[in-house]
């Protein structure tokens, strides 16, 4: 049998979504230690302003903005290798 053809796609989903979230954690939580604020260096995107859709009874409002860092890329790598042991 071809190695990793049993494994969860939904475990990796749910790994990258863990290692994601603990790494912008940390690197949010070391940005005050000089060492480690390399960790917080990252770039921002998304909208700027939050497209507004109004049909008169009902109001939607779209936006997205995502910030990519250091330490979210870090928690990726780690979310990959530990996907790739289990």
């Known amino acids: 049998m071809a190695r990793g053809a049993g494994k969860n796609k939904w475990a990796l989903f749910l790994l990258l979504l863990a290692g994601i979230v603990i790494g912008s954690f940390i690197a949010q939580a070391t940005a005050g230690v000089s060492a480690l604020s ?20 009902l109001v939607l409002t779209f936006g997205l903005s995502v910030k990519i860092t250091l330490g979210s890329i ?11 042991f289990i």
């Open 38 to 57: 390399w960790l917080n260096y990252g770039q921002k995107f998304g909208l700027t302003q939050p497209f507004k859709l109004d049909l008169g009874i």
């Open 74 to 84: 870090v928690g990726i790598v780690i979310a990959i290798i530990i996907y790739h």
